[in-house]
């Protein structure tokens, strides 16, 4: 099956920057877009921020302007830099694909194993 693994996560102060990966691999013909979500203790998942295999973004209002979402298509590759953390950033963040496998069908509900992002006051 399809497979997403999520890496970068770690322990920081806040302000500081960290830059997670997440590398989508299988029986994959296109990705149509890619993302990142976050969980936070005690609360739901949430977006984070996505990008079509065309680079069109889109960012939660709480990250708008300190985190970047990219891709390399050719590697099935998104990226997330996060700079100016906040103690509220803390979370598990979360790959997501919406993607086409090989055999033509539509997949949208692949997730990683996701990656700790800690961030201390």
């Known amino acids: 099956q399809v497979q997403l693994v999520e890496s970068g996560g770690g322990l920081v102060q806040a302000g500081g920057s960290l830059r997670l990966s997440c590398v989508a691999s299988?029986?994959?013909?296109?990705?149509?877009?890619m993302g990142w979500y976050r969980q936070a203790p005690g609360k739901q998942r949430e977006l984070v921020a996505t990008i079509t295999s065309g680079g069109a973004t889109n960012y939660a209002d709480s990250v708008k302007g300190r985190f970047t979402i990219s891709r390399d298509r050719f590697k099935n590759t998104v990226y997330l830099q996060m700079n100016s953390l906040k103690p509220e950033d803390t979370a598990v963040y979360y790959c997501?694909?919406?993607?086409?496998?090989?055999?033509?069908?539509?997949?949208?509900?692949?997730w990683g194993q996701g990656t700790q992002v800690t961030v201390s006051s």
């Open positions: 997501n694909a919406d993607l086409i496998a090989t055999s033509g069908i539509n997949l949208r509900d692949n």
């Open positions: 299988g029986r994959i013909f296109s990705i149509n877009a």
